[in-house]
């Protein structure tokens, strides 16, 4: 083999077309391309079982990683994935709540709407997700990942933009639900690449560090609506809220396509070592990297397994007060007296606030003993349980405490982002992996589909109903974290107990009524794209 290049730069030697033992080395002309607008780089999708191998080959165990090396290399990535995860999730949010400071700022009344219709406008987003929140899925898995989500981020940020030239309802309608089918594989394609570049033990801080930019959206939106009110322009204030972060988005969408790697092995601005390492030392996940080809016998499986069941209703009773308090959120405030500009200020603290939760989660978590991820989402339910009762109870003058009782109910958001890396940690096979992710993100669909009928029009400004639906979503929400602990208790003896059973390799391994009692090498098993059952 060659000395390394850097990537970036033309490879100066030729990888050789085959390694001794007969396996094809990947040269860096495939993987990264040797220019900018090279197909390798625009679109890449060569099979990597072969540079899977490779890695394996140069790390073949825990020993033969350098810990000093593999810091800078963690660093790197870090550098590399978490500020671009961050700003799309922030850009996420912001996205999903223009409709709510569009509401503030007169569209409510410019098209007309009626009864229903503007908790309509809010659900029929989560129609668009639904319907097309699988497809998008299996799209990705065939597809780099990387592009594949600028591409739906750029198109997020065109829907948005056309909002504002919506006339009346149907138009607007028919404009949410297309935003909310590109918007379906943000979430999914979050975790997927999380998954892909970090070791088991790293993703619950890694995935509260970008999810965390949900709260930087909230303060973000606060501070974008706040400058968009005085704007004394030709158009009304909401056509230049739905304008400004349209564009900033697909700007965004456009950045990323060039910057975010799809892979390990296609990551450019790592050098091949870099790039081998990266895989390598993600062997002992045993949850694969990445593999675009759709396994049916892990289709079946997703859908047997008790997990992903718990997952959906994770996300679906997560989601029923985060669908009423993204979209009435503002007329919430507004509600306990505050004018139409303060009341833009006054969700900065709540994004502030939420920021703070998911990472006091993710600090607790990595100082607990393993395992504990469970009863931290737990823990961190009670103050938004203990706020959405003070919000009910509080007289109706007591301004400022119901305020507060409101900023404490952002804490389930630590809750909810442990719960997904309890999905990343828990979830082998790739194909298993994306259905499973799609299954949490259809539950959130249907609990965001709801929320917002139970703000109805004539509970206004205390909407009662739709905070009880929080407390009692809240309530079953700690219900599942339990159950969930329990069944992951239980998979986790039943496994010691098999893996206990079984005999190291030898040559005169039997097998007993067809199982094989040979207990496969790690390194077998690493990339083999197998899942966790």
């Known amino acids: 083999m060659s000395t390394l290049s850097k990537v970036g730069a033309e490879p100066s030697i030729s990888y050789t077309e085959e390694a001794t033992d007969g396996r094809r080395i990947i040269p860096d002309s495939d993987l990264v391309g040797t220019h900018p607008f090279s197909a390798a780089r625009l679109w890449n999708?060569?099979?990597?079982?072969?540079?899977?191998?490779?890695?394996?080959?140069?790390?073949?165990?825990?020993?033969?990683?350098?810990?000093?090396e593999e810091m800078k290399l963690r660093k790197k990535i870090d550098r590399l994935i978490i500020p671009c995860l961050a700003v799309c999730y922030a850009f996420y949010y912001i996205d999903?709540?223009?409709?709510?400071?569009?509401?503030?700022?007169?569209?409510?009344?410019?098209?007309?709407?009626?009864?229903?219709?503007?908790s309509w406008l809010s659900s029929l987003?989560?129609?668009?997700?639904?319907?097309?929140?699988?497809?998008?899925?299996?799209?990705?898995?065939?597809?780099?990942?990387?592009?594949?989500?600028?591409?739906?981020?750029?198109?997020?940020?065109?829907?948005?933009?056309?909002?504002?030239?919506?006339?009346?309802?149907?138009?607007?309608?028919?404009?949410?639900?297309?935003?909310?089918?590109?918007?379906?594989?943000?979430?999914?394609?979050?975790?997927?690449?999380?998954?892909?570049?970090y070791r088991r033990s790293e993703q619950p801080s890694r995935i509260s560090m970008w999810y965390a930019a949900n709260g930087v959206g909230v303060a973000g939106g606060g501070l974008l609506g706040y400058a968009?009110?005085?704007?004394?322009?030709?158009?009304?204030?909401?056509?230049?809220?739905?304008?400004?972060?349209?564009?900033?988005?697909?700007?965004?969408?456009?950045?990323?396509?060039?910057?975010?790697?799809?892979?390990?092995?296609?990551?450019?601005?790592?050098?091949?070592?870099e790039r081998l390492l990266a895989v390598g030392r993600l062997r002992e996940n045993q949850t694969g990297v990445d593999n675009k080809k759709f396994k049916w016998d892990q289709f079946r499986e997703t859908f047997y397994d008790p997990k992903t069941w718990l997952f959906f209703l994770l996300g679906l009773v997560g989601n029923i007060p985060n669908g009423g308090i993204s979209n009435f959120s503002t007329l919430i405030i507004e509600g306990l007296g505050f004018d139409t500009l303060q009341t833009t200020l006054l969700g900065i603290p709540q994004g502030a606030l939420v920021c703070i939760w998911i990472g006091l989660g993710a600090f607790l978590n990595g100082r607990l003993p393993a395992n504990s991820r469970t009863l931290v989402c737990i823990l961190f339910m009670l103050p938004t349980i203990?706020?959405?009762?003070?919000?009910?109870?509080?007289?109706?003058?007591?301004?400022?405490?119901?305020?507060?009782?409101?900023?404490?109910?952002?804490?389930?958001?630590?809750?909810?982002?442990?719960?997904?890396?309890?999905?990343?940690?828990?979830t082998a096979g790739q194909t298993k992996k994306q259905l499973t992710s799609a299954m949490i993100w259809l539950g959130a669909c249907v609990g965001n589909i709801s929320g917002p009928f139970f703000y109805r029009t004539q509970d206004a400004p205390t909407y009662h109903l739709g905070i009880g639906s929080m407390l009692v979503s809240n309530c079953i929400e700690v219900l599942i974290f339990i159950v969930l602990r329990f069944y992951l208790i239980y998979q986790n003896r039943k496994r010691d107990n098999l893996a206990a059973a079984v005999s190291e390799p030898t040559k005169d391994s039997e097998s007993l009524g067809g199982i094989s009692t040979v207990r496969p090498h790690e390194n077998d098993t690493a990339f083999a794209d197998m899942t966790d059952l």
Not at 96 to 118: E, M, N, P
């Open 386 to 426: 203990a706020g959405t009762l003070g919000f009910l109870l509080a007289p109706q003058d007591a301004t400022a405490g119901r305020l507060i009782c409101y900023y404490l109910t952002g804490s389930y958001q630590a809750s909810f982002v442990l719960g997904l890396s309890i999905i990343t940690s828990n």
């Open 228 to 273: 968009i009110g005085h704007i004394k322009g030709s158009l009304a204030s909401w056509k230049y809220e739905f304008l400004i972060v349209g564009a900033l988005c697909s700007v965004w969408g456009i950045v990323l396509f060039f910057i975010l790697p799809d892979s390990p092995p296609t990551t450019r601005t790592f050098t091949r070592e």
């Open 96 to 118: 999903k709540t223009t409709l709510s400071y569009a509401a503030i700022f007169g569209i409510k009344s410019d098209l007309k709407l009626h009864g229903t219709q503007y």
């Open 45 to 68: 999708r060569e099979p990597l079982d072969d540079f899977y191998k490779e890695a394996l080959e140069k790390y073949p165990n825990e020993a033969s990683i350098d810990p000093i």
């Open 125 to 197: 987003f989560y129609f668009g997700w639904l319907a097309w929140s699988l497809p998008s899925n299996l799209l990705m898995q065939r597809s780099p990942s990387g592009k594949y989500l600028a591409i739906n981020i750029f198109l997020w940020g065109v829907l948005l933009m056309a909002q504002a030239a919506s006339r009346n309802f149907t138009e607007l309608a028919v404009l949410r639900i297309l935003s909310g089918a590109f918007e379906a594989i943000a979430d999914p394609a979050f975790m997927l690449i999380t998954t892909m570049f």
